[in-house]
């Protein structure tokens, strides 16, 4: 991929619009989402999420992919990669304590700032 065509994708990335569709979890976390291209990602490379709403998440797959240019794999890539970015910041609220107080079904506000794709 030359560096006009990884320019151009991460353009369209920051392009792609918010879609209706599965509502995506990341634990503890209540995350508010810079990026409709981040969550949307997040979305497609959930295993869980594709079982329970197969058919949604295989059109926003398709959308993906047809309005960024990117391939299924750099999608999934990609949301691994937002997956991983989310683990560790719940990972450090725990060290920091901030998870300990807690109630059940709470949720820990989290601005999720865009994340730079690897493409």
């Excluded at 151009?8 to 810079?34: E, H, I, N, S």
């Excluded at 709470?106 to 994340?115: H, I, R, S």
Aim: overall charge positive; aromatic content about 6%; proline content about 8%.
């Amino acid at each position: 991929m030359t560096a006009s065509d990884s320019t151009t994708k991460r353009r369209r990335a920051a392009q792609f619009a918010v879609r209706p569709g599965p509502a995506p979890a990341a634990g503890v976390l209540d995350v508010t989402w810079a990026s409709p291209f981040d969550q949307s990602c997040f979305v497609v490379s959930v295993p869980e999420v594709k079982a329970k709403a197969r058919k949604p998440v295989d059109e926003l797959m398709k959308e993906l992919t047809a309005e960024t240019g990117c391939t299924e794999e750099e999608i999934l890539a990609h949301g691994r990669k937002v997956r991983a970015l989310l683990f560790f910041a719940e990972e450090r609220l725990a060290r920091e304590g901030v998870l300990a107080t807690l109630e059940p079904k709470q949720k820990v506000p989290f601005e999720l700032k865009p994340v730079t794709p690897a493409f």
